[in-house]
Structure formats: C-alpha cells, structure tokens
C-alpha cells in the first residue's frame, strides 16, 4: 500500500502532507494524554514504561509489514497496523506508531516515496487509525463487555479499516492521479483486492489483541474496565468482592516480559520468518500495473541507500541480506519510537509541572 513518488502530482501531494503534519501535530497532543493515562494507577504502570511499550509496538509493526501473505492469484498484502496500533496504545499514540514506520520505510528502505510519504500517511496511518478506532468503540459499546468482545471488535475494526484505506487513496488519485484512467475500475479493483487483505490484517491483529489480553489485558489500551472482578465465595456461592478504595491492579506487575516476549518475536519474524513472505505485489502494485497508475512512477531519491528493498548492500546471500536489514529495521524502529515517545511524555509531565507552579490568572 505504499505508493511511491509519482503516482499523485505534487499539489495533491503537498496537500495530503499539510493534512498528515496536522494530524500528527494533533495525535502529540493527543498522545500526551494517553501516555499520562496509561502511567496513572490502575491503567499502565509507569511513564518509565509507557513509552518503551509504544515503540515496541512500532517495532512490532514494522517486523509484521515485511510478512507479506498471498491473497489472490499474483497478489499479495501487508499488515497496515493502524488498527492493532490504536487498540494496542490508543488512537492518538497509533497514529504516531505508524508514521514512525512509515518515515523510517521511505528513509532508509526506499519503499514509499519521500513526496509520497504525506499520501502514505494519510491513506495508511491517518485513515486506518481513525475508521478502526471509532468502528472499534462503537462495537465495545454494544457487545458484552468481556475480552473475546474486545478481540472480535479487533477483527472487526481491522477488517475495515483496509478497504476504507484504499477507499482514501482512490479519492486522492480521483483529485491528483498523473494517469488518464478509468476511476471507476480503479476503487473498484482496490477496495476489492484490499477486502481481501482487510481479512489477513483482521486475523493479525484479533490474534495479537487477543494474545495480549490473555497475559495482561491492563496493558491494552481498548480493554481498559474490561477486567474481572474478585469473587468472594459465601455460604457456598461466588458474589463480587466490595470494591476497595485502593484496588492493586495487575498493572502493578512490571510489564518487562511482556516488551522483552515482543521484541523477540518482532526480531524473529522480521530477521527469519519475512524469508518466506509472498514475493508477489501487493494490492497497490497489482492495481498499479494492471491499470497502467504506474506509467509516472519515480525512482525513489533513496534507491541506492545500504538497506534499499529490505536488503544489506553487498550481501550477496539473500536470506542474510534480508534478514540483517529486518534486525536493523526493528532495531532502529524500537530506538526511534521510543525516543519519540519519551519526548512526548516528557513535555506532558513539564507541561502539568509548569501548570501546577502557574499563580492562579496567569497563563503560560
């Protein structure tokens, strides 16, 4: 779904960018707060450990995004994340996940094109995160308040969010497309292909929700009120404990594995098992080239970088070329979220330090 360097022209481009620096201004302010929320008592644990978990969540993106499964004949998609990125850390907090990855996979992989990278954003951080989260809250809302509600609102939401994506870029492409063709069979050949994906991101993510929930449902931002209540048993029958003042939530409990189990298992799937990913072009690609979107396509300015195309420059074997530049790409995915996020909850915390000396009338 990454679309490279001209497929839009430049005004559409610059526009979509201008909307991506809004949305990610926003999503800072709105990420604050919910990395505040999640280290109060009862929620998270922590501020030490809120921004490690955001980045590894970036980190777990990234690693999955190089697992592209087939779909159809000669076609293939990827785990956009917007989806698993707001439930996991809030929609705020997802928005910037995604960006990150993405800047991270234009920059030093070539894939997405730097003009393009508003677009990309737009299309796969912005709209992703926003239709699945809503979509998601709505679903909380109705079902039973259990953690298999939360996990099939998960597959839900996600199922969704794909096509909606496409649904986007096809719009974008409608206003500035570099091509004479057919917008009707284009949004019809995307949202159909990407129906198809929609169904692998919705496994990924209900299986990865789901997963975490089973071991520390505290640490998913769409399960919060969602945990069991203590049972008391009297006179031969379980009654709810009186809630106390003070609950000692598990949140209390140092979420230490549970980063160390996802760094593994992002380093695992990104450095052994995306050896075995579909080398097929995904739903963009195909559309692409069977429409003729990619008669203006530009070589990205980056094409020559030392990890271009997912690969180690001068690394004749291909399965340890690409899995080094897999370890570096969640490396330096996990380095880079988590120092974004700790700026993020820094300026919270000097903000509220800054609001609390602040004599009563006067603004800062």
Known sequence: ????DGFIDVPVSAAAGVLAAGAIAVSLRGARRELDDTARPGAGGGAERTAPLAGLVAAFIFAVQMLNFPVAAGTSGHLLGGALAAILVGPYTGVLCVSVVLLLQSVLFADGGLTALGVNITTMAITTTVVAYALFRGLVKVLPRSRRSVTAASFVAALVSVPASAVVFTLLYAVGGTTDVSIGKVATAMVGVHVLIGLGEA??????????????????????????????????????????????????????????AGLVTSLLLAGFVSFYASANPDGLEKVAADHGIDQQAEEHAVADSPLADY?????????????????IGVGVTVVAGTGVFWAVRRRRTADERAEDTTPAGTSV
């Open 203 to 260: 496994a990924i993510t209900a299986l990865t929700v789901g997963a975490v929930i089973a071991v520390r449902p505290d640490l998913v931002h769409g399960a919060r009120g969602l945990g069991q209540k203590l049972k008391l048993r009297v006179n031969g029958e379980l009654v709810d404990a009186p809630e106390t003042a003070e609950p000692v939530p598990a949140a209390a409990r140092s979420p230490r594995k549970v980063w160390i």
């Open 311 to 327: 690969g180690v420059k001068d690394v004749d074997d291909a399965r340890l070329s690409g899995g080094l530049a897999g370890v």
């Open 1 to 4: 779904m990454h679309a490279p």
